[in-house]
Each structure stands twice: as structure tokens, then as C-alpha cells.
Nanobody, 121 residues
Framework: QVQLVESGGGLVQPGGSLRLSCTAS????????MGWYRQSPGKQREFVAV???????MYAESVKGRFTISRDNAKNTTFLLGNSLKFADTAVYYC???????????????WGQGTQVTVSS
């Protein structure tokens, strides 16, 4: 079993910043990519950012230049820092990790429970 736990959501003013973290725990042999997705009411879940085990990153166009993803491999943790937040950034943010639970096994996707970020004045 693998669990992902996010933290750091809350109410943010427009133009403000956020800091989310996600820690994976359980039967982990290795983690490939870790990423963030978000879902707004009435919309499908969308990609936000991803960081691979080697450190390369990719961002959605809507957050590029405003959000930064990072990770601490020793702690199986990923972080999402966001600046210049907009109303459109309001969503439930979900952490995702590609985890292998045993040597020689492939990677499976795991998801956190989500953390709400609300941008409002």
C-alpha cells in the first residue's frame, strides 16, 4: 500500500502565493515522476506540473512562470510553489506519484486525497 498526503491548501488572495506539499509513504521501492493536478467545479481534472526522478520538470501553460515544482527524493516529498495567484487557480489540487513497490516491478499511479485552494478577495 502506498499513501499520498497533501497539505498546504487554503484561502489565498489574488496575487498571493501558495505552498503545497505531498509526501508518499508505505511500500515504496522507488518513485518515478511526481506531479500535481487540479480540478475546478464542473471541470475535468487537469495537469498542473510534473517533476521526474532526474529533476526535469514540465508545466501547464496556464501556470508556467508562476508555479514551481520541486521534490525531496530522500523524503519522498514533492512541493508546489505558486505566485501571482488568480481566481482561475481555485481548485482542488491533487498529488500524483508513479511508484514501484518492489524491485523489478513496474510503476503504478497513486493519488492523494486532494487539498482545496481558493483564491478570493
Amino acid at each position: 500500500q502506498v499513501q499520498l498526503v497533501e497539505s498546504g491548501g487554503g484561502l489565498v488572495q489574488p496575487g498571493g502565493s501558495l505552498r503545497l506539499s505531498c509526501t508518499a509513504s508505505g511500500s515504496i521501492f522507488s518513485i518515478n515522476a511526481m506531479g500535481w493536478y487540479r480540478q475546478s467545479p464542473g471541470k475535468q481534472r487537469e495537469f498542473v506540473a510534473v517533476i521526474r526522478s532526474g529533476g526535469s520538470t514540465m508545466y501547464a501553460e496556464s501556470v508556467k512562470g508562476r508555479f514551481t515544482i520541486s521534490r525531496d527524493n530522500a523524503k519522498n516529498t514533492t512541493f508546489l510553489l505558486g505566485n501571482s495567484l488568480k481566481f482561475a487557480d481555485t481548485a482542488v489540487y491533487y498529488c500524483n506519484a508513479q511508484v514501484s513497490t518492489r524491485r523489478g516491478w513496474g510503476f503504478d499511479d497513486y493519488w492523494g486525497q486532494g487539498t482545496q485552494v481558493t483564491v478570493s478577495s
